[in-house]
């Protein structure tokens, strides 16, 4: 079994920043595509950030220049760097990899972190 277990959220003041972890951990073979996606409330899912596996990244609009997200392959592991936070950046934030255990790759989300960024 695949789990992805994120941490480092929690409640910070507009301006400030917060560091999002993501381990993958189990029978994993290879890890291709890595992101962090968030959900406000009343809002749908959205990608926030995403890295290849040879590290090419792409950003939201709304996130770009104060976000920035990076990955160590050897620990399985993504990061979202967060500053200059707004309390628009308030949602929860889910991990997402594409995971090749023993076949294809399969998507794996994390069950997620609250981020609450107050004004």
């Known amino acids: 079994q695949v789990q992805l277990v994120e941490s480092g959220g929690g409640l910070v003041q507009a301006g400030g920043s917060l560091r999002l972890s993501c381990a993958a951990s189990?029978?994993?073979?290879?890890?291709?595509?890595m992101a962090w996606y968030r959900q406000a409330p009343g809002k749908q899912r959205e990608l926030v950030a995403h890295v290849t596996s040879g590290g090419s990244t792409n950003y939201a609009d709304s996130v770009k220049g104060r976000f920035t997200i990076s990955r160590d392959n050897a620990k399985n592991t993504v990061y979202l760097q967060m500053n200059s936070l707004k309390p628009e950046d308030t949602a929860v934030y889910y991990c997402?990899?594409?995971?090749?255990?023993?076949?294809?790759?399969?998507?794996?989300w994390g069950k997620g972190t609250l981020v609450t960024v107050s004004s």
């Open positions: 997402y990899s594409s995971i090749r255990q023993f076949g294809t790759y399969t998507a794996y």
């Open positions: 189990g029978s994993i073979f290879s890890i291709n595509d």
